[in-house]
């Protein structure tokens, strides 16, 4: 299964992106898929996750500001942004996390570069 990240872009401070993850093949038999950023000079991190059953997790950065959800019948996964912050300007990925910090189920994607600027 290869995951591409799309939607991006130039983006206003307070501004509200939906950012999508296209699968090339089934995503229902995944127990877990994630969105992960990474910002100029830092590492990768994990900033939200939901499980096959739909249940989320957010990295405290981005709680109740991010919405992950998944639709399994069109091998898609989302992530709502909403009050972007300058902070919040990174190249987003999406992945399968595993059981193991760090590690992850597929290979990289390009991602998409989402910058928040006025």
């Known amino acids: 299964v290869q995951l591409q990240a799309s939607g991006g872009g130039l983006v206003q401070p307070g501004g509200s992106p939906r950012l999508s993850c296209a699968a090339s093949?089934?995503?229902?038999?995944?127990?877990?898929l994630g969105w992960y950023r990474q910002a100029p000079g830092k590492q990768r991190e994990l900033v939200a996750s939901i499980a096959k059953g739909g249940s989320a997790k957010y990295a405290d950065s981005v709680e109740g500001r991010f919405t992950i959800s998944r639709d399994n019948a069109e091998n898609t996964v989302y992530l709502q942004m909403n009050s972007l912050k300058p902070e919040d300007t990174a190249v987003y990925y999406c992945?399968?996390?595993?059981?193991?910090?760090?590690?992850?189920?597929?290979?990289w994607g390009q991602g998409t570069l989402v910058t928040v600027s006025s």
């Open positions: 093949g089934s995503i229902s038999r995944i127990d877990d």
């Open positions: 992945n399968a996390p595993l059981p193991y910090p760090g590690f992850v189920l597929y290979s």
